[in-house]
């Protein structure tokens, strides 16, 4: 038997159905890969056992002549964001350490109730906040990938779900959960030559995930290839009484709708996405994604966004605001740390426990949060933001007269070295230019790797649908796959 590592979701999956191996087998097998891959730091807590018991369930059931599960003999890791009933779970920040949920996020068990198991939680940036995971309290995950041009420095694999990435890519699972506010799902695909999918805000619930900015925030998988995206993705979602903004829809069967025929649709070229200053390479590709789909039978039409260069500004204002009133509940008293000096009082408590629990990334955005929601500034800045997202939603239902979909790159860069933006919070935050506006309207958005560059590192294309479109996504996806042809992998080196 072949290294059963080397499959993706839908391999494990059918091979299991089919009884070329075990469950316990698959297991095992992701189980000894993650054990081997430390030096990535993908991985904050191992969950082996989680694995190995949802394996012998899954072997049991088909020993018992049962229908299979959807993801039945698939392991799979979940970013810490996601809180896991009984193991830790800190968001990557030292203020949760300690804290072990009592119960489970519906996303996680969504996938339980599928048949997946877990093999651990992953490293992510502290609270989601970052596009590098250089926010973690417990030290950045390492990309698999290295440049091939001699520059060897340890690599971004992107963020926040930057542990998702690095472990997929390595092939230490099959498939991880992601969350993305402004990007953290596919700038992390981009950037590590995987695929993942950000559906429709509302699609998949919020309960039990750890809240960043919750008018953004939504779960969604990352995985090898976009079938597989399909099937985690199918398994992730669903209606939620427990989230006020859980979409009452039945979930689509999107694998089974997957078809990389593209005839009558439009795709829509949005001009204002060819920022100064982006690589050649990362033009040469989306011209390359362009033809791909118009061989796929769509037609290209080029179409505006004209409020797209206030899209960040708004973003770095609104996702603050509404971190800094999120994190209010970090105080000492409910969850993970407690800074108690000798003979402090209540505020003292306070004071100590979050100055010592957060990071740099989440204080900053707790104080520009804090600014822009203040009596005196409020108009100026978050009413404004408002307004400005307003607009930004209007530009893309503006687009939908004229296309279905829009493709754009993902990242206006290849994975950069670590260190080589954390000094520079801006330069940080210009990675999200092309990923924010989509999260900003909720609309579904996916990165498919598209090819490498001259460096050897991965880049990604981005596909952006319309409200609940995220089949029309899937399939526009399918069709770069197909005719891109990406089987580039990082040789180990961990
Ligand atoms: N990089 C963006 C930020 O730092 C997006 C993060 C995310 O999507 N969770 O806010």
Not at 109 to 124: E, F, I, R, S, V
């Amino acid at each position: 038997m072949s290294d059963v590592t080397d499959l993706g979701i839908a391999g494990l999956r059918d091979g299991f159905r089919s009884g070329e191996f075990s469950a316990r087998d698959v297991a095992e097998a992701f189980n000894a890969r993650v054990d081997a891959a430390d030096a990535l730091n993908a991985f904050l807590v191992k969950t082996p056992d989680h694995a190995l018991a949802a394996a012998d369930a899954a072997d049991a059931a088909r020993a018992a002549g049962e229908a299979a599960k959807p993801l039945a003999g698939v392991p799979i890791g979940m970013k810490d964001l996601f809180c896991t009933k009984g193991v830790a779970t800190t968001a990557a920040s030292h203020i949760l350490e300690g804290f072990v949920p009592p119960y489970e996020s519906s996303v996680s068990q969504n996938l339980w109730d599928a048949g997946a198991g877990m093999l651990g939680k992953l490293n992510m940036d502290q609270f989601a906040m970052g596009s590098s995971n250089e926010t973690s309290a417990f030290g950045n995950v390492i990309s698999p990938w290295r440049r091939k041009d001699g520059g060897n420095a340890p690599l971004a694999p992107g963020g926040s779900s930057g542990g998702s990435s690095s472990a997929v890519a390595a092939r230490l699972c099959p498939g991880a959960t992601g969350t993305d506010t402004g990007g953290s799902i596919r700038q992390p695909a981009a950037f590590t030559g995987i695929s993942g999918i950000k559906p429709t805000y509302g699609r998949c619930s919020r309960w039990g995930t750890i809240a960043f900015a919750s008018s953004l925030d939504q779960a969604g998988p990352m995985a090898r290839d976009v079938r597989d995206c399909a099937i985690m993705l199918e398994a992730m979602a669903g209606f939620d009484v427990r989230d006020a903004t859980s979409l009452q829809l039945d979930v689509p069967q999107w694998e089974a709708g997957l078809s990389a025929d593209l005839k009558g649709k439009r795709i829509g070229i949005p001009k204002e996405y060819r920022v100064d200053g982006m690589p050649a390479e990362i033009e040469t590709l989306w011209q390359q994604g362009i033809d791909w789909l118009r061989d796929a039978g769509a037609e290209i039409v080029e179409v505006s966004l004209p409020h797209t260069k206030y899209a960040l500004p708004a973003y770095y204002i609104i996702a603050p605001a509404e971190a800094s009133s999120n994190l209010a509940r970090y105080d000492g008293v409910r969850y993970g740390l407690r800074d108690l000096p000798e003979g402090a009082g209540l505020q003292d408590m306070y004071a100590a426990t979050r100055a010592d629990g957060f990071g740099d990334e989440v204080k900053r955005r707790i104080m520009i949060g804090t600014y822009v929601l203040s009596a005196g500034f409020y108009d100026a800045y978050y009413t404004q933001a408002q307004k400005v997202r307003t607009l930004i939603a209007r530009d893309f239902e503006r687009a939908w007269e004229a296309c279905d979909l829009l493709l754009a790159p993902t990242a206006p860069s290849a994975a950069f070295a670590l260190g080589e933006k954390s000094a520079d919070p801006i330069a940080m935050y210009l990675n999200d230019v092309f990923t924010v506006p989509s999260s900003l309207a909720g609309l579904p958005a996916m990165s498919v790797p598209g090819g490498l560059d001259s460096a050897g590192l991965p880049l990604g294309l981005q596909i952006i649908g319309k409200p609940l479109d995220e089949q029309v996504v899937l399939n526009a996806g399918l069709a770069i796959e197909q005719r891109a042809g990406f089987v580039a992998r990082p040789e180990a080196w961990w």
